[in-house]
């Protein structure tokens, strides 16, 4: 989820505890700070790529962050250390149990284990997970005596939300297969969708990518795609930095190689997100006409 939506549940779940000024920000603290690797974009947009929902969102940050949280809190306001460092695991605990939901990976068990998680339940922002929790937090402002129901009901909500989307997933997922008969399927969810999620499977060295929709009951395949590492400045392209960070993010990377005025253009691309218009998580490497890689990007 984006940061906005994680500093308003962070406020939401502040109402599930007397209303105080310090109670608040320390609920809007931790449910921000798995998010401080946002400070690895200074360093490019790929390294960012690479350490955002790494080690933050691990579970080793989620053993001692929100205790050095709650010695601020007890420092600051002078209360209760076991009071701060409640709060702040379960709004930390809380981001990352939202961002698993998303298709963006999350490394949660990072450092042990640094393999990538992502249930695909819902895009990166979602408006309805958003609007929800911001209707709940006006409400609660107008009636202090009912905040707490209010705070409950939407949080069940958002449970069941979720657990309908998951649903929703398992339906599609079922119709995709007896359609398409692969070796491996991905199913991601579009924006302000429910019934229709973009796929991608893959077969050998075949990628085909397109929507299922489950209420027309129909699979559009948009294009079939041939993975190759044939040409040589493929294979050299894997080997720079910016390659390199975006094969560790991607979870269906494909390389297409085109000659464009005397240079050669190897573009990767995260198949995961190719719905999206325009060009968006690619990586991009360009080479002069005696095989030397002249430029080198990332973009989301």
């Not at 998010?35 to 969102?57: K, M, Q």
């Not at 929800?132 to 958002?158: H, Q, S, V, Y």
């Not at 893959?202 to 079939?224: A, H, M, Q, W």
Request: with cysteine; hydrophobic share 45%.
């Amino acid at each position: 989820m984006d940061p906005v939506t994680h500093g308003l549940t962070g406020a939401l779940i502040s109402n599930l505890f007397p209303r105080k000024k310090a109670t608040l920000a320390m609920a809007v603290l931790a449910s921000l700070a798995p998010d401080l690797d946002y400070i690895s974009r200074l360093w490019g947009l790929d390294i960012f790529l690479r350490y955002h929902r790494g080690i933050t969102h691990g579970i080793v940050a989620l053993a001692v962050v929100p205790f050095l949280l709650g010695l601020m809190g007890r420092w600051s306001a002078r209360k209760n250390l076991l009071f701060y460092s409640f709060l702040a695991y379960v709004c930390y605990g809380v981001h990352i149990a939202m961002d698993l939901t998303t298709q963006y990976p999350t490394r949660v068990l990072s450092p042990l284990d640094w393999t990538a998680y992502s249930l695909d339940l819902a895009f990166i922002i979602d408006p309805y997970v958003t609007g929800a929790i911001l209707l709940a937090l006006i409400l609660t402002f107008r009636k202090e005596n009912g905040k707490r129901l209010i705070t409950l009901f939407c949080i069940l909500f958002l449970v069941s939300y979720m657990a309908g989307r998951f649903y929703l997933k398992g339906l599609v997922e079922n119709y995709l297969r007896s359609q398409l008969d692969e070796y491996h399927y991905r199913l991601c969810p579009l924006p302000n969708d429910f019934f229709r999620w973009w796929f991608v499977t893959r077969s050998d060295n075949v990628y085909k990518v397109g929507f299922v929709d489950l209420f027309t009951r129909t699979v559009c395949v948009k294009r079939v795609f041939k993975y190759s590492e044939d040409a040589p400045e493929i294979k050299e392209s894997k080997q720079l930095r910016t390659v390199k960070n975006f094969l560790y993010f991607a979870k269906a990377p494909y390389p297409e190689l085109k000659t464009e005025k005397g240079e050669t253009i190897v573009t990767w691309y995260e198949l995961s997100y190719y719905f999206l218009p325009g060009e968006h998580f690619i990586a991009r490497v360009k080479y002069d006409r005696l095989g030397r890689a002249t430029e080198e990007y990332f973009k989301f």
